[in-house]
């Protein structure tokens, strides 16, 4: 399989020519086509950060990336879930999930059908006409993710996009989710902090730790999904994810 | 308040201080010729009126004020969302802008006629200066103050270039402070208009003058009248107009 996602020593810092703070050094990951990502680390360690290069909002310093998806022109390769909704006021939630549509080959029939296939599928059959300040902040975040999967992207970028929602939506958003990952294909990578939400979802579970920050622990998840909400074996793998980011949180204190 | 309640208490405030004026007039407290009540001004509308002065005069301030409102506000728009897209211009204007914008507008008079005459130009660029800074620093933070979050998912969803950000984000995330700093130059625009006339330029301002001279306060303060008129009715179609373009606000 090839990779779709793959960095090469990548190193990012803000500031006035990258002088202030370094958050990559040579970060290396690698996402194969089709597979589920999850990310997680400390506050602060830099997941929204990389969600942001590989989405080419932020130029590296150095290395690069590389994205290899199929060009289809009624579609976006990548598509991001922002950690807050970042909704457009003056848009109505139609027009919101229609913003990545505008400027790919998509008839108005068409935008039309992925408005209301994406507003059913996070729930939210009949807000399509409403301003956000009608919507609560779950419903707006629910949104956020029509909005990336209306553009039908090959790699979709999702930043704690369940954190503001309550145990049961979230519960059947993730299920959602799988549902749509097992239907399309996509590639997904997804960041939380919620470690259980880590190890149901993903194929992998990448652990950023350390400063400038790195991949320190990369978990294959191999137990079957049915038998991933819980059961000694999926909670066996919780815990060690956990211990591994103590570990990697005592390590970035000690390198400070 | 229920929306009932408050235009009684607003229609109340006005209908009392009417009388009051009216009672301070008639007692002799005031003298009639110093301050004429307010019950002598209908009859002296339907004289200016039937001459056709109130018309004239009126039609006369509304195409200044109307021309200086455009010229201003597009004007002062447009640099200040310039000047707030772009670092150098910024720079550029930073000391200019502080020297030139507390000179008030009456005092560009003896400019505006040496430039133009005893004109409607004359009078028009008077009243464009105050709306011009008005716009362009209400517009200028405006631009600043757009929310970066949503200019980066518009370039995460394809929007990178300039226009496409300025159409999709700015502008729209600026409007309301754009058009605010429009509706504070709307009114700025009525104060100015008299005093650009005071000096001969047909109008409203020009008739108050006259009138003053011939101690026919009560012609004046119908024009007085007549100006909150003009401003409240073209306030009113700017926030009804306003209303509309922002409905997106809770
Ligand atoms: N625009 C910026 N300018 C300067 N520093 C920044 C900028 N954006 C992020 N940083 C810094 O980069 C580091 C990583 O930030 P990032 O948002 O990627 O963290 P995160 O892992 O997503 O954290 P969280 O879990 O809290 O969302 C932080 O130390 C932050 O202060
Ligand atoms: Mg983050």
């Known amino acids: 399989m090839a990779a779709v996602i793959e960095t090469k020593n990548l190193a990012v810092a803000f500031g006035e020519d990258g002088s202030a703070e370094t958050i990559f050094h040579h970060l290396n990951i690698s996402i194969e086509a089709g597979e589920f990502v999850t990310l997680v680390g400390v506050s602060g360690a830099g997941k929204s950060t990389l969600l942001r290069v590989i989405s080419d909002l932020i130029h590296p310093l150095e290395g690069g990336i590389e994205i290899n998806t199929p060009q289809v022109p009624s579609r976006r390769p990548i598509a991001m879930v922002f950690q807050a909704a970042n909704l457009m006021p003056w848009r109505t939630i139609g027009e919101n999930i229609q913003l990545g549509l505008e400027g790919i080959e998509v008839s108005d029939d068409e935008k039309k059908k992925r408005i209301q296939s994406t507003l059913d599928l996070v729930g939210l059959a009949d807000v399509a006409d409403r301003w956000p300040y009608q919507l609560s902040g779950g419903q707006r975040q629910r949104i956020g993710i029509a909005r990336a999967l209306a553009v039908e992207p090959d790699i979709l970028l999702m930043d704690e996009p369940f954190g503001a929602l309550d145990a049961i939506t979230r519960?059947?958003?993730?299920?959602?989710?799988?549902?749509?990952?097992a239907e399309t294909k996509k590639s997904i990578l997804f960041v939380t902090h919620d470690i259980e939400e880590a190890v149901y979802l993903g194929d992998r579970v990448l652990l950023l730790g350390g400063k400038p920050a790195e991949i320190v622990q990369d978990y294959s998840i191999t137990l079957d999904r049915s038998k991933r909400r819980e059961g000694q074996e999926f909670l066996q793998q919780v815990e060690m994810v956990k211990t591994g980011l103590h570990e990697a949180i005592a390590m970035t204190n000690s390198g400070k | 308040m229920k929306s009932s309640n408050r235009y009684l208490s607003s229609f109340a405030g006005l209908v009392g201080f009417l009388l009051f004026w009216e009672v301070l007039a008639r007692s002799g407290i005031m003298e009639a010729h110093l301050l004429p009540p307010p019950s002598t001004i209908p009859p002296v509308l339907i004289s200016e009126f039937k001459l056709g002065i109130w018309q004239a005069m009126a039609?006369?301030?509304?195409?200044?004020?109307?021309?200086?409102?455009?010229?201003?506000?597009i004007l002062g728009v447009t640099l200040g969302v310039s000047v707030a897209l772009s670092p150098r211009i910024e720079a550029g204007q930073a000391w200019l802008a502080r020297m030139l914008r507390p000179i008030p507008p009456l005092a560009w008079i003896p400019f505006a006629i040496i430039w133009f005459g005893i004109s409607e130009t004359a009078a028009a660029f008077i009243i464009s200066i105050g709306i011009f800074w008005i716009n362009y620093f209400t517009a200028m933070s405006a631009v600043q103050a757009v929310d970066r979050d949503l200019i980066e998912v518009a370039r995460a969803f394809g929007h990178r270039g300039f226009f496409a950000l300025l159409r999709k984000v700015i502008l729209p995330a600026a409007a309301p402070g754009i058009l605010a700093g429009l509706r504070a130059g709307l009114g700025q625009g009525w104060m100015t208009v008299v005093a650009a006339e005071l000096f001969g330029i047909e109008g409203i301002g020009q008739r108050m003058m006259e009138a003053s001279g011939l101690l026919a306060t009560d012609v004046v303060i119908l024009y007085m009248f007549s100006i909150a008129l003009l401003y409240g009715i073209s306030d009113f179609i700017f926030v009804t107009i306003q209303g509309r373009i922002l409905a997106w606000q809770r």
């Open chain 2, 59 to 73: 039609w006369a301030s509304l195409r200044h004020y109307s021309i200086g409102f455009f010229i201003g506000s």
């Open chain 1, 171 to 181: 519960t059947g958003l993730q299920d959602e989710l799988l549902r749509i990952w």
